[in-house]
């Protein structure tokens, strides 16, 4: 009896290890958010939840003025912000030495690290690039193009975005050119009121109950001595 018992839990809890390691970075909270624990940010699952484009002075109020409400944890959310860059106030000189393929931003991140994807890989802006690694990636609606940030450049009519198709991040004019948005909030919003455990994580318990049935009729057919 005590194999049997040493062996369930060893199945149980490979299942759940197995579960976690799988998104150890990005984590689906349910109710439309997913958090980044890397960087300690919850972005929208919706990564085009404003519904198209706009300049960055519509989408910074649209930001500002956002209440979503949580179905996860029966909440609303009013402290939305487009995502930071990670270099601030540089002058006109210091942008010239950019490359525009730096992780350069949150938006960045998500792109390089996060998704995997690789810098340049299409001038087309309507391909959709591919990851350089089997990352997980529980976001909707992502847009192939620029997304802005929340950082003006070297002149207060300048903003950084991130291009979606091949990983530039570069400045343009924050009220005359449009870009999509996609919403983030500091920290995190922890588990759902009712956690569900995700697809994957079922399938892997469902697994180890299985191979605890079979190591069960294995013992009842065994001959009586």
């Not at 810098?119 to 802005?148: H, I, K, M």
């Not at 009220?175 to 919003?189: A, E, K, M, N």
């Not at 697809?199 to 892997?204: D, I, N, R, T, V």
Request: proline fraction near 4%; charge should be negative; hydrophobic fraction near 40%.
């Amino acid at each position: 009896m005590k194999n049997k018992t040493k062996f369930v839990a060893q199945v149980l809890a490979g299942c759940f290890l197995s579960a976690g390691a799988a998104n150890a970075t990005l984590i689906d909270r349910g109710g439309g958010l997913i958090y980044d624990d890397a960087l300690n940010i919850t972005w929208m699952q919706n990564a085009n939840y404003a519904g198209g484009v706009m300049n960055q002075v519509e989408a910074l109020s649209f930001a500002d003025g956002l209440n979503f409400y949580d179905s996860g944890r029966d909440v609303v959310w009013d402290d939305w912000r487009l995502p930071k860059m990670f270099v601030n106030d540089l002058t006109f000189e210091e942008t010239l030495s950019l490359t525009g393929f730096e992780v350069s931003g949150e938006l960045s991140y998500m792109y390089y690290i996060n998704l995997g994807y690789a810098p340049g890989y299409s001038l087309d802006r309507w391909t959709v690039p591919e990851p350089t690694s089997d990352a997980y990636n529980p976001f909707v609606n992502l847009q192939y193009r620029g997304y802005w940030s929340d950082t003006t450049s070297w002149r207060d009519d300048r903003a950084w975005a991130v291009h979606f198709h091949f990983g530039l991040t570069g400045y343009t004019t924050n009220t005359g050119d449009v870009s999509f948005v996609w919403l983030v909030r500091d920290g995190d919003v922890g588990l759902p009121t009712q956690s569900v455990p995700e697809p994957g994580s079922l399938a892997l318990i469902g697994m180890g109950l299985a191979l605890v049935g079979v190591a069960g009729r294995r013992r009842k057919l065994r001959p009586q001595v």
